[in-house]
């Protein structure tokens, strides 16, 4: 098992430009999560999702949308970069609500 | 407002020099508290969840113990290869969708 996948591992846009974000699980769960990872600020939820087609708000979600249209994939997308977006992402993913979340090895952005 | 301090920041030990390191939190009923290690460029590990005060829980050189208040993770007898950064999260018995609040850290270098 993979476990939980990022692509890309690295990326630099210029502010304004759009991307998205990649994130796949092998391990069936049904929970996914978006964090975002700033020097001194710990990990920041972004947007989670609780099954196929269901997604939500976390603490910072501005800037930032979300799809989950097949299980094992959670996609991030940035539609129109800024500067203040410039962090390391990860994904995590956990079978149930409780249980143990299992991180990716995460995706370093960078906007100028 | 749930909130996770961890201290220190950072800490230096030589190798076999044991030491504490400390995750307080504010958490309207635990439902759990998990540590996880973070290599440099990597995405978090897990090492331990703890749901109960006066739990403990041990792996390798790692001890993790919980009160009512706070978190200790234990490191006895370090190695260099237990230089990592240490992450403290809680999860609210009040959260359905098992979201983390995540502290900021403790960076751990344990020189020869």
């Known amino acids: 098992n993979a476990g939980v996948t990022q692509t890309p591992k690295f990326r630099v846009l210029k502010t304004g430009q759009s991307m998205t974000l990649l994130c796949a699980q092998d391990?069936?769960?049904?929970?996914m999560y978006w964090y975002r990872q700033d020097p001194g600020m710990g990990l920041r939820l972004i947007h989670y999702?609780?099954?196929?087609?269901?997604?939500a708000k976390g603490e910072v979600p501005d800037g930032y949308n979300v799809s989950r249209l097949k299980k094992q994939n959670f996609l991030l997308g940035l539609e129109s970069a800024a500067p203040s977006q410039t962090s390391v992402y990860f994904c995590a993913s956990s079978r149930l609500a409780g249980e143990t979340q299992y991180f990716g090895p995460g995706t370093r952005l960078l906007v100028l | 407002e749930d909130q996770v301090t961890q201290s220190p920041e950072a800490l230096r030990l030589q190798e076999g020099e044991s030491s504490s390191l400390n995750c307080s939190y504010t958490?309207?009923?635990?439902?759990?508290l998990f540590w996880y290690r973070q290599d440099p460029g990597k995405g978090p590990e897990f090492l331990f969840t703890l749901y109960s005060a006066g739990e403990e829980k041990e792996k390798e050189r790692l001890k993790a113990t919980l009160t009512k208040k706070e978190s200790f993770l234990h490191i006895t007898a370090p190695k260099p290869e237990d230089s990592a950064t240490y992450l403290c999260a809680v999860q609210a018995i009040t959260d359905s969708w098992g979201k983390l609040q995540f502290g900021a850290g403790t960076q751990v270098v344990v020189t020869p």
């Open positions: 391990m069936n769960h049904e929970y």
């Open positions: 999702s609780v099954g196929e087609g269901t997604t």
């Open positions: 958490v309207s009923g635990l439902r759990g």
